[in-house]
């Protein structure tokens, strides 16, 4: 049974550094054609891709919050933790890490699977 | 960068065929998924790699060509009114739409 669960702080002070930490269950972070995202989602807004890494260690960033962004894993705890820097009141949000399974031959794709029950940020003084 | 856009808001009358579509430049030469989030829950995959369904009731079919892609809901129910999602990869990155309002009066 594959599951994901996020941790980290529920309130944060402007210009703060946010860690979060995705802990998985029922699958291995160094086999495979997959990996784990994050991807948050401001109340009553749209979905927003953060970052990914994949089995291989391959890492990826939003175009327009990479310099803000750093994703890493320790495979040996089945953990994924993503850190955010410079927090603003925008970030608030619930912050979701999902796993991607990258697939296709001729053309590549990714998609998510699972994800966890996500977990609520809120960036105030 | 790449953009998804969906309509903000689609209604159904139960029972009745609901279409949820998703534009972007060539989303044809691409692989669409689609993700329905109900109000308080995480998201769940409902179709991947265009029409291919995770487990999910045959109700749900997708498609894609040229610079559109469609979620299609034969049968709505009133458990289906959720937002909805498509999702793409370019450029070794994740984008979302802006998601759709499935409204079942």
């Known amino acids: 049974q594959v599951t994901l669960k996020e941790s980290g702080p529920v309130l944060v002070k402007p210009t703060e550094t946010l860690t979060l930490t995705c802990t998985v269950s029922g699958f291995s972070l160094s086999n495979g054609r997959m990996g784990v995202s994050w991807i948050r989602q401001p109340p009553g807004k749209a979905l927003e891709w953060l970052a990914h890494?994949?089995?291989?260690?391959?890492?990826s960033y939003s175009t327009s919050l990479w310099s803000s962004l750093s994703i890493s894993k320790d495979t040996s705890k089945s953990q994924v933790f993503l850190t955010m820097t410079n927090l603003g009141p925008v970030d608030t949000a619930t912050y979701y890490c999902a796993r991607i399974v990258e697939t296709g031959s001729a053309v590549l794709t990714t998609y998510f699977d699972y994800w966890g029950q996500g977990t609520p940020v809120t960036v105030s003084s | 960068s790449y953009q998804l856009t969906q309509p903000p808001s689609v209604s159904v009358s139960p029972g009745q065929t609901a279409s949820i579509s998703c534009s972007g430049d060539?989303?044809?030469?691409?692989?669409v998924s689609w993700y329905q989030q109900r109000p308080g829950q995480s998201p769940v995959l409902v179709i991947y790699q265009d029409n291919k369904r995770p487990g999910i009731p045959e109700r749900f079919s997708g498609s894609n060509s040229g610079n559109t892609a469609t979620l299609t809901i034969s049968g709505t129910q009133a458990m289906d009114e959720a937002a909805y999602y498509c999702?793409?990869?370019?450029?070794?990155?994740?984008?979302f739409g802006g998601g759709t309002k499935l409204t079942v009066l």
């Open positions: 890494i994949f089995s291989n260690d391959e890492k």
């Open positions: 999702q793409a990869w370019d450029s070794s990155k994740v984008v």
């Open positions: 060539k989303l044809g030469d691409k692989f």
